[in-house]
């Protein structure tokens, strides 16, 4: 009996140990289990962080933030002015028959026009005719045809500088040069007769309505309903054009948002032969800055991906030492500076050709670039661009190759000569910018050494636009880009006595001939040899007579993160700020441990 007693006990204790190992073991696997799902929805609880910060990146990639300090301008009737407004103006509102070529300006890639080609009807007028691509539709739905692109530009050549209200006249001396009237024999057929000046000058109709913000081309069907002189300005905003891009918003001095076009074609050329659809890209937001201190905080923090227009020179130098930010610098694509003197009497003696060519011996442009430019302009030795044709520099480059002390010996030799040995007083004016007035400070003290006291007088800007153009200023700073690849560009309108911005009184009939020999000598197909000596003799009177004293060459430039690709400079007229429809935006490697700037 005892013994059935301790086999029963043990059999109570067996049975016990196995109960309590199973409920141990259910225990533990249902710890175990909770532990694993507890790990799996952390797991996906981390992952879902991990996905939702992915996609705040991947929206972040897909806007590209430009800024700008361009803060006078409203997209509805100044399209065609300042810096990087010409997203609007050229690939947002309106689109091009041709597209200048993103590296060299003397090539014109299709546009709206498939083709074009150069013809003489039985009068013996020259005209161009364009095919115009088929099957184009504006946003609206308004067929892209040639009776639009004749409607868009005679708008802007006839109605719009005419206005009382919602005036432009911008774009009135393109259309002057580029064509004396248009016919359209058939729908997809543009014939642009060109004025008697320009029937063999092709650079310059086709660069200024091609590589310029002129001569866009809009749905006449919005113009009609949105954009006439008795429209309210707000009104503006509906009319659309034929770019990639189509304006979203617009508030007056914040800025404007765009977005891609979806039925833009791609361009079969690729977008560096001119526009082509957007793909990388959401939306396009320009962002308008006071200052440039200010875009560049912006710029540095990452609330803009890319400063187009315009950082001061001093940013420029000092960000070109950041890892984060790179700085495209477009040598010479700004502007010409030149010293410009009257000729009028009432401002002699700076008639006088003595004194002028005391004045171009003692101008020292070196001190100018160093200190008032940064080193990012280059000193300049004629008025023609080193990347343009028939550049001669060696007339001027001979004279400040001289030593100081022989420069401003021979200039007061020409002084005395004129019968000034003892110097005169005259004005230079100038319209508050800082840079011209540190300029004019640089040459008040060059003149200092042969005794001319130069006074600089500031005067507001709209003033000074009228003394300048009215021949009212004994001298002023005038700068000049040229616009099409030709020593034409910029010899014309800086010599013609019929300036086309300034007056200074220079009146001379055998530069004029020379002007218009170099001009009429020009041949799309090859110039002649003579072609080149014409340009070397205008080159060479310029400094002979002091017509003008040159200065230096500007540049051009834009900044932008380094997560910014395919944005490459578009080294043409100065409109390096283009081409944005190329660009995307690269998420950084270190995506998970921050957080998109905006």
């Not at 997203?87 to 993103?102: A, Q």
């Not at 919602?166 to 774009?171: A, E, F, G, P, V």
């Not at 010293?339 to 401002?347: N, Q, V």
Request: include cysteine.
């Amino acid at each position: 009996m005892e013994t059935l007693k301790k086999n029963y006990i043990i059999v109570i204790i067996v049975a016990a140990i196995i109960v309590f190992s199973g409920f141990y073991l259910y225990n533990q696997n249902l710890k175990a289990q909770r532990e694993e799902e507890l790990t799996q929805q952390e797991e996906e609880r981390v992952e879902a962080l991990r996905q939702a910060k992915y996609d705040r990146w991947e929206d972040w990639s897909r806007t590209l933030y430009v800024g700008t300090n361009v803060v006078d301008f409203h997209p509805g009737i100044n399209v065609g002015r300042g810096g990087a407004t010409n997203s609007i103006s050229i690939y947002g509102r309106g689109g091009k028959l041709l597209w200048v070529d993103k590296d060299d300006w003397s090539i014109f890639n299709p546009g709206i026009a498939e083709s074009w080609e150069w013809k003489q009807n039985a009068a013996g007028e020259a005209y161009i005719e364009y095919k115009i691509k088929e099957g184009l539709k504006f946003p609206d739905g308004t067929t892209v045809n040639a009776a639009a692109v004749k409607y868009s530009w005679e708008q802007e050549y006839f109605e719009l500088p005419e206005r009382e209200i919602h005036q432009d006249t911008y774009h009135l001396y393109t259309h002057e040069m580029g064509w004396k009237r248009l016919e359209v024999p058939d729908e997809l057929t543009l014939w642009q007769f060109l004025p008697e000046n320009a029937q063999t000058y092709i650079p310059l109709p086709f660069a200024f309505m091609y590589a310029l913000p002129h001569a866009t081309i809009v749905s006449p069907t919005s113009t009609e309903q949105y954009a006439k002189e008795s429209n309210d300005i707000e009104d503006f905003l509906n009319q659309v054009g034929y770019g990639p891009w189509l304006l979203e918003s617009f508030e007056m001095g914040v800025g404007y948002t765009m977005i891609p076009f979806d039925d833009y074609p791609v361009n079969p050329l690729g977008g560096y032969a001119g526009p082509t659809k957007v793909t990388k890209l959401d939306r396009l937001v320009v962002k308008i800055y006071g200052d440039p201190m200010s875009m560049r905080m912006a710029l540095e923090t990452g609330e803009i991906d890319v400063a187009a227009w315009k950082l001061s020179r001093a940013d420029i130098v000092d960000l070109q030492d950041s890892s984060d930010i790179t700085i495209n610098i477009a040598e010479e694509l700004g502007w010409t500076m030149i010293l410009r003197m009257s000729y009028y009497p009432e401002f002699a003696p700076l008639n006088d050709t003595r004194v002028r060519r005391a004045i171009l011996h003692v101008v020292d442009p070196d001190p100018i670039v160093e200190k008032v430019l940064y080193g990012t302009g280059i000193v300049a030795n004629t008025p023609v661009h080193t990347f343009n044709p028939y550049f001669y520099p060696e007339p001027l480059a001979e004279i400040r190759a001289l030593p100081s002390a022989e420069r401003i010996a021979i200039a007061k030799e020409l002084m005395i000569e004129a019968g000034y040995p003892d110097g005169f007083t005259t004005q230079i004016f100038y319209d508050g910018a800082d840079e011209t007035r540190e300029t004019a400070t640089i040459l008040q003290q060059q003149l200092a050494q042969i005794g001319i006291t130069l006074e600089i007088k500031l005067v507001e800007a709209g003033v000074y636009r009228e003394m300048y153009r009215g021949g009212q200023c004994p001298m002023y700073l005038s700068g000049w880009s040229p616009d099409y690849n030709d020593p034409d560009a910029e010899l014309w309108y800086l010599l013609r006595h019929e300036h086309l911005y300034s007056d200074d009184g220079y009146y001379d009939l055998e530069m004029d001939a020379l002007l218009e020999l170099g001009k009429n000598l020009y041949n799309p197909l090859g110039d002649p040899p003579e072609r080149e000596g014409v340009y070397k003799e205008i080159q060479q009177k310029i400094v002979d007579e002091a017509i003008d004293i040159v200065l230096y060459y500007d540049s051009s430039w834009m900044a932008q993160r380094n997560w910014v690709k395919g944005y490459e400079p578009w080294l043409t007229t100065a409109r390096i700020y283009l081409g944005t429809w190329n660009a995307y935006k690269d998420i950084p490697a270190d995506w998970e441990t921050s957080e998109p700037p905006l």
